[in-house]
């Protein structure tokens, strides 16, 4: 059952997990799927997305390399002016969000039936596992790609990952929104996400991951995939943060981990270096050993010889 059809249901709570297995194993290979056919009053368009009144879409096949993906902008700010509704309709500016600790961005649709299901539940797993709490050390902020959905279908978005995610008072820290087409194409643009309208479908492609802004709305990370390792998580948040939130414990780990931006991961590199330097302390320690061993032992059957 789609989001949509869980908007216009008044009854029970919004349906069961995805079964998405066969799914799960397309999207570790290219993360990219699409999402449920629209109403065919809709016009569809190629490119970023597929708002009512714009040109017809091409008939020409969608590229993964060159229409669907994420162009890294690291260190540069997304626009927090642009203006948003959230779950109950507000309308409030992107910076409102920003209240001094780091923010994590998702991007997705709420009708989606399989890959935005799974990945807004990847997120709310992920968080479980750490110690920080949204609302608190960060801000969580997903936004519909797609300008034709409301508040209704973001208030049960919403309703589905805190009931997945189980924290007290995470309402006031993970935020649901929808928007216009000029401020969502605006935001995916500065964030460097690619995605597309696919007319044969009738469905979005489009990539999955977070971005991880500072306090000040710069982009600091990239996170990809469906689920998120928690150290990935935690190390990004810290560095996001810039000394806001995370121990002392948690910078001298980012010592020994490097963020490399193609996987978007944190790679024991440094840690690969210490153990490698360890190594051949060992080595050279025995050989030290070894070495003077021999040469006490020729001292003493020298000594030995004279005294014969």
């Not at 714009?54 to 229409?67: E, G, I, Q, W, Y």
């Not at 961005?105 to 039936?113: G, I």
């Not at 790609?145 to 006031?172: C, V």
């Not at 025995?286 to 021999?294: E, L, T, W």
Request: proline share 6%; charged share 20%; aromatic share 8%.
């Amino acid at each position: 059952m789609s989001f949509r059809a869980l908007a216009r249901s008044s009854a029970g709570p919004p349906g069961a997990r995805l079964p998405a297995l066969a799914f799960l194993c397309l999207a570790a290979a290219w993360p990219v799927a699409v999402s449920g056919a629209k109403a065919a009053a809709t016009p569809a368009v190629a490119g970023a997305g597929a708002p009512a009144g714009t040109a017809a879409a091409s008939a020409a096949p969608l590229s993964p390399t060159r229409d669907i993906g994420f162009d890294q902008r690291l260190g540069e700010r997304v626009p927090l002016d642009l203006e948003f509704r959230d779950e109950s309709g507000r309308v409030l500016k992107l910076g409102d969000y920003f209240t001094g600790k780091p923010v994590i961005l998702s991007l997705a649709y709420y009708d989606c039936p399989m890959l935005c299901g799974l990945a807004l539940q990847g997120i709310a797993s992920s968080l479980k596992t750490l110690a920080f709490d949204a609302g608190r050390q960060f801000e969580v902020i997903t936004v519909s790609f797609d300008p034709r959905e409301t508040p209704a279908l973001a208030r049960i978005a919403k309703a589905r990952s805190l009931d997945l995610y189980g924290r007290p008072r995470a309402a006031s820290g993970w935020h649901f929104l929808t928007g216009d087409d000029a401020p969502i194409r605006r935001l995916t643009a500065a964030v460097g996400f690619r995605y597309a309208w696919d007319e044969e479908r009738k469905q979005y492609a489009h990539p999955t991951g977070l971005v991880l802004l500072t306090p000040q709305g710069r982009i600091a990370r990239y996170l990809f995939g469906v689920e998120y390792a928690p150290r990935d998580l935690r190390l990004g948040l810290v560095e996001a943060g810039t000394g806001r939130i995370g121990t002392l414990a948690d910078r001298l780990l980012l010592l020994c981990y490097q963020y490399d931006p193609k996987t978007g991961r944190y790679s024991g590199l440094a840690i690969g270096a210490v153990r490698a330097g360890g190594v051949v302390t060992v080595l050279l320690l025995g050989a030290f050993i070894v070495i003077s061993v021999r040469w006490e032992r020729r001292k003493l059957s020298g000594l030995s010889a004279r005294k014969g």
